[in-house]
Nanobody, 131 residues
């Protein structure tokens, strides 16, 4: 599965951005996008990549990092093979490169908060929040 993230940019503190992630590839012709668990991660300069949100697996509730809970919302449009991350009330500490990731339905039963759960990654989109 190929992933293309977009929607990043420069925004002031308190502003909003909506990130998009488009999924494509021959693998999707063999399975339905709704069976793919999607996640968002971010990486700030000099820091490790960290979990942001996942839409959950098989109808489970979405999960969010504590730092973004109540401000970010993950959603998806299965008909368009798209996943979104609505980011509100942005803070300077939200600055970083945001990556979308896909976990294919091969029986993974661990935590979707772990980067190791995901099989495919997008190229990342830069989000910069100015103070």
């Amino acid at each position: 599965v190929q992933l293309q993230a977009s929607g990043g940019g420069l925004v002031q503190t308190g502003g909003s951005l909506r990130l998009s992630c488009a999924a494509s590839g021959r693998t999707l012709s063999r399975l339905t996008f709704s069976s793919v668990t999607m996640g968002w991660f971010r990486q700030a300069p000099g820091k490790e990549r960290e979990f942001v949100a996942t839409d959950g697996h098989r109808g489970a509730d979405p999960a969010y990092a504590d730092a973004v809970k109540g401000r970010f919302t993950i959603s998806r449009d299965n008909a368009k093979n798209m996943v979104y991350l609505q980011m509100n009330s942005l803070k300077p500490e939200d600055t970083g490169v945001y990556y979308c990731a896909a976990c294919l339905p091969h029986g993974y039963d661990g935590s979707y908060r772990q980067a190791s759960a995901y099989d495919s990654w997008g190229q990342g989109t830069q989000v910069t929040v100015s103070s």
